[in-house]
């Protein structure tokens, strides 16, 4: 008996889950249709077109979350304000039809001088608390732009955004590092790791990057190993802003390639890690109802 | 009388100048030729028909500065290791015709755990030690690729590079930031100096890059704003690298609208600045001789 239609709707795909009770997955799937690619903005259109079979009269109800709820989306639902957790959201929903079909707002931290935002991550991170039965920690989210978000009392209390993903692909594929790096390389887990270092001793992004060339130049760096290590620069320059637990672990949510390099940097840092993938999507929304 | 025909052949440009017995400009010209625009690797051939006009027989040597000595340039000549003056750069010349058409080498340095390397800014520093009268100092060259180099003795005894311009060329022309972002904007000193203050604060490039992002989305930045704040926020990161000197000046080499922007930063930081242009290169390249 389906109790929930689960949408995950980003910048660059659809996917829609139909969940039972205990929130598991009855049915699943996904589109490249992401809000980039919804011709004349008719939202309304590509979401029938691809959830009108799940949508019963009287049936369970849609949440949406992530870009859809952005000015870019289908409506703007505006952020929620941290401190968060689930009941602020599900208070917050923006409903297009009542009852049937709504937008989950992003969350704001606006406590520093700068604000910061999220659309989709804060889902993620509800159901990885509640898959992992946790309502404190340290959460994760690797990406183009990475999230690191603190929970106390299960409730979202403050995050930072890092751009810790794009930055590899801008001088991956648009700097001078792109003639000497082959970005299609498997992992080089000890390149990585040399790199993890190499940001932590502080020179700072924009020298350690221009090592990427000289390290190449000096036949200290194959073009395979350079791609690695200017990952792990990266994800070291990510990792040094953190202040990570001494006890607990540190819990990751993402895709499988992108969770082994964040597990190997922080696990070489001396974190213990815990890891889910996009199944915290469903259980998150989940969460909400 | 000519004395030496000085050219600066870079990545993107040829310029030349024949200089007098004292440095004095005679004459001067350039090119949009620079080593990337050779066709068919036919150096001596572009050489010839830019500088044919002022290599008369039995006259003014010519010495060549920048990427011309590059791998991808005429010819490669090796780079010379730190520490190194005028002295050692003079005895280091390749020769392409004795007597008559030297390269310059590069500087290396191998100090640290990582290499780094420059081409045609050990000439600018020397011209600018012999402009000021200076043995002993800090040394900027702002650009694509910044340099700091430490100056003792007339000789640099070290020096690190920071892709700062070419970060801001990839964040503020292919990152989500290009979108609301006015790059053709004139600077705007208030923004620049906040994003300077900003990297300052030693959240991270990463972090503080997505804040651009954010401070536009609640209204606290304007696209013309946001391009000079992302510039400040990148010669801030790089600022913050660097132990200035409490007595002395900063001496900072380069382009107008560059040295601008960075006796602002340096300013702010309560530095001292002296500045200089395009002829400290032939001023630097008149003491090898």
Redesign the interface.
Known sequence: MPRLIAVDWGTTSLRGALLDEAGEVLEEKSAPLGILSVPNGDFAGVFAEQFSDWMKPGGAPCLISGMAGSRQGWVEAPYVACPAGPAELARHLHWIERGRIAIVPGLSD?QG?????MRGEEVQIFGAMRLAGLSDGLFVLPGT?SKWATVRGGRVTGF?????G??YG??AQ???LARTLDAAAPLDAEAFLHGVT?AG?G?????????VR??G??GRLSPAQSASYLSGL?VG??L??QKLPERGEVIVIGAAALVERYALALGAKGAKVRTFGANATWAGLRSLQ
Chains 1, 2 share one sequence.
């Not at 930072?160 to 810790?164: E, H, I, L, Q």
């Not at 020179?203 to 090592?211: K, P, Q, R």
């Open positions: 606006a001088d700068v604000p910061d935002v732009h930072r955004t890092f751009m810790t794009e930055a801008l001088f648009h700097s001078i190499r001793s020179e700072g992004l924009l020298h350690d990057a221009f090592g000289t390290l130049l000096f990266l320059e990510e040094r802003q």
